[in-house]
């Protein structure tokens, strides 16, 4: 259950850092905004929340137990 709000803390602060970086380029390098706002900003972003789900998949799931009933493999 702790996992939720620091992902949704995460998700949030990656946001908000993707929109300065957006405002910051709009405002010094115009040219490159169109380019960082389709592919590197979102790239960036989409990045995150893989490493958040990797993070999830191994260390949020249920405990395995160690008296599994899969059979060992031969």
């Known amino acids: ?3 939720i709000p620091l992902g949704i803390l995460v998700i949030y602060a990656t946001n908000v850092g993707r929109v300065v970086a957006m405002v910051l ?3 010094y390098w115009p040219a490159a905004f169109d380019p960082l706002h389709g592919f590197g900003l979102t790239t960036i972003f989409y990045v995150v929340v893989f490493g958040l789900w990797v993070v999830w998949a191994n260390y949020g799931g249920t405990p395995s137990s160690s008296g599994s009933s899969a059979p060992a493999p031969a």
Request: aromatic letters at 16%; proline letters at 0%.
């Open 25 to 27: 380029t709009q405002k």
């Open 1 to 3: 259950m702790a996992f």
